[in-house]
């Protein structure tokens, strides 16, 4: 059974640093893109960076850029999203998420496996 599990989250000023986990298990990940999502209350869910496991490859989104770094280690299975800077519009439930093509998850936001995701409260 695969499983995305997020930790990390929570409350900081703006202005700050949060470093987001994914810790992912049940199948092997090498060829898969994984991605970080985010959705505000009352606005769509949008791709905020993504990674290609196998190459490294990654992608942000426009409002992160400079600000958000997503890695990967692949000895813990595990994806990371260090976010600094933080402002109030960064707040957010923050999801984790794999596709098994990593040019669809990039350009369609379309994943085979999501996480619950984790509340990122960012205050002014």
């Known amino acids: 059974q695969v499983q995305l599990v997020e930790s990390g989250g929570g409350l900081v000023q703006a202005g700050g640093s949060l470093r987001l986990s994914c810790a992912a298990s049940g199948r092997t990940f090498g060829s898969y893109g994984m991605g970080w999502f985010r959705q505000a209350p009352g606005k769509e869910r949008d791709l905020v960076a993504a990674i290609s496991w196998s190459t490294g490859n990654t992608y942000y989104g426009r409002s992160v850029k400079g600000r958000f770094t997503i890695s990967r280690d692949n000895a813990k299975n595990t994806v990371y999203l260090q976010m600094n800077s933080l402002t109030p519009e960064d707040t957010a439930v923050y999801y984790c998420?794999?596709?098994?093509?990593?040019?669809?998850?990039?350009?369609?936001?379309?994943?085979?496996?999501w996480g619950q995701g984790t509340q990122v409260t960012v205050s002014s």
């Open positions: 998420a794999a596709s098994s093509r990593y040019l669809d998850l990039v350009l369609r936001s379309e994943c085979d496996y």
